[in-house]
């Protein structure tokens, strides 16, 4: 067994689903998408803005010469569809929390993993490696689609063909030049599903998507929701995995069950209890999961928005409190929707 396969069996022992190999050249056509996106200002609050870096992994690792890429499921049983906004048994309004965002950090879980493939390599070969996930400047799914991991969807998801686009992605480059392997075929027929789900229209077209209006982006924005998108987030709290469910890729797709992605709390959460969120329990149900990074306010805010987008007057006394409220953003987004009961 040579060095790549011995890090692929290695890399699925601790539990990567896919593993790729891809050679460190620049991502030359993606380098002319990402200028013209910063022209248009369409790049993402939160990925990096130096388009010279995100393209050429040489800036990133000197000397490098392959990009191992690696995809990690997160979908766990039982596997819980969309479900509309809607009460459950106790009467309780439900607030939407993205897949993502309730399992602990995958951040932290992949690079343990990535650091552990690390390790495996040097003792037997040495090098230099620089390991990232998601918050460095390589273009992730670019890169995973070169090493054959998938193909981009048209909602500009990675998808692979087991898991769909459930999927957390993590690189290590490294200046050992492995046997590259080859891109698959893309599945995406052009359905169109994904764009027309989408509620705001930032699917501007196939593989074109403006941030600015992506409810996924608006949930994560500092300060207060603008006026436009507060009806269109319904009951989203954190996150929009509305362009992921529509699409038929991610029907019956392989569920992993990774005992790491075990979900902290489940995927509709009583809009009241957020809503009044306080600091320990927002620690003992945010503090470990992707969502925690915007802090507590955020979530209370998004809260209180999807309470005003319910038009449920039994929560009218709720608002009136939260109109006092120590937290602006909270105050501010209390009135609108207090506003929003009485236009019933």
């Not at 459950?88 to 343990?112: P, Q």
């Not at 990232?132 to 070169?146: F, I, N, P, S, Y």
């Not at 489940?266 to 992707?290: R, V």
């Not at 939260?322 to 009485?342: C, F, G, M, Y």
Request: aromatic share 8%.
């Amino acid at each position: 067994m040579n060095l790549k396969q011995e890090v692929i069996c290695f890399a699925k022992k601790i539990g990567f689903d896919r593993v790729g190999f891809t050679t460190a050249g620049p991502f030359l056509k993606e380098k002319e998408i990402l200028a013209e996106k910063k022209a248009r200002n369409l790049l993402s609050p939160f990925e990096e803005t130096n388009v010279e870096l995100r393209c050429d992994p040489n800036k990133i690792l000197p000397g490098v010469r392959t990009i191992i890429c690696f995809a990690m499921g997160y979908l766990v049983e039982p596997y819980e569809p969309e479900e509309t906004c809607q009460d459950n048994i106790n009467g309780d309004l439900l607030g939407k929390i993205s897949r993502y965002a309730r399992v602990k950090d995958y951040h932290f879980i992949l690079t343990k993993k990535l650091k552990a493939i690390v390790e495996f390599i040097s003792n037997k070969q040495p090098g230099t490696f620089k390991i990232e996930v998601d918050t460095g400047g390589l273009m992730e799914k670019a890169a995973a689609q070169r090493a054959g991991l998938g193909w981009i969807g048209e909602n500009t998801c990675l998808f692979t063909p087991e898991l769909g686009s459930w999927v957390f992605l993590g690189e290590i480059l490294t200046d050992i030049e492995f046997e590259p392997d080859r891109p698959i075929e893309s599945r995406c027929n052009g359905c169109g599903r994904c764009i027309r789900a989408c509620p705001t229209g930032a699917l501007m077209a196939p593989f074109q998507i403006n941030p600015n209006r992506c409810l996924s982006c608006i949930t994560q924005m500092r300060g207060f929701i603008p006026e436009e998108f507060r009806r269109p987030l319904g009951n989203r709290v954190f996150g929009c995995d509305t362009c992921q469910e529509a699409c038929p890729h991610n029907m019956n797709v392989k569920i992993p069950n990774h005992k790491e992605f075990k979900p902290q709390f489940p995927l509709e959460t009583s809009l009241a209890k957020l809503a009044k969120l306080n600091k320990h329990d927002f620690d003992k149900a945010f503090k470990a999961t992707a969502a925690g990074w915007r802090g507590r306010n955020v979530i209370r805010r998004n809260a209180v928005c999807a309470i005003g987008n319910m038009r449920d007057v039994r929560f009218k006394k709720l608002l009136e409190e939260l109109i006092d409220d120590p937290s602006e953003i909270v105050r501010e987004q209390a009135k609108w929707s207090l506003k929003n009961l009485t236009k019933m």
